[in-house]
């Protein structure tokens, strides 16, 4: 009885080194990585390991700074005026959530949900005593 299947096992012209090409590489990033910011302080940003409730955004994120118009402030001032008799929000809260709305709209859901999962902490160094 002959493999019919012979044949095909020997032609290995369509193979390759990398027969995994298609599969994407998970490559782990650094635990810490130290970024220098505009006014040349470094901080590092390092892999989430604190629990929901210790986390805080002033503490352990990054700050964003956007000079407006006073019309575009008073114009959002006033957005979330009207949002706060429906609901209790700030407007940091409400520029936070405006801006991840409209970037999930870009990314799509799910790039979105991948970045948003791999959550990173600022951290800045202690200042050394004198």
């Known amino acids: 009885m002959t493999n ?3 044949a095909a096992r020997q ?3 369509f ?8 599969v994407k590489e998970n490559i ?3 635990s810490k990585i130290n970024i220098v910011t505009r006014n040349q302080s470094v901080i590092t940003i390092e892999k989430n390991t604190l629990p929901v409730a210790k986390r805080v ?3 352990h994120g990054r700050n964003l700074t956007t000079p407006l118009f006073v019309e575009e402030l008073t114009a959002i001032e006033e957005a979330v005026k009207k949002l706060g008799q429906e609901q209790d929000i700030s407007i940091a809260t409400f520029i936070r959530q405006t801006i991840l709305d409209q970037c999930k ?3 799509g859901k799910e790039g979105f949900n991948e970045i948003m999962a791999n959550q990173l ?3 800045k160094p202690k200042k050394e005593k004198e």
């Open 4 to 6: 019919r299947f012979k």
């Open 57 to 59: 955004r002033t503490k």
């Open 11 to 13: 032609n290995t012209e």
């Open 28 to 30: 782990e990033q650094p």
């Open 15 to 22: 193979t390759h080194n990398d027969v995994n090409s298609d």
């Open 121 to 123: 902490n600022s951290v």
């Open 105 to 107: 709209k870009v990314l």
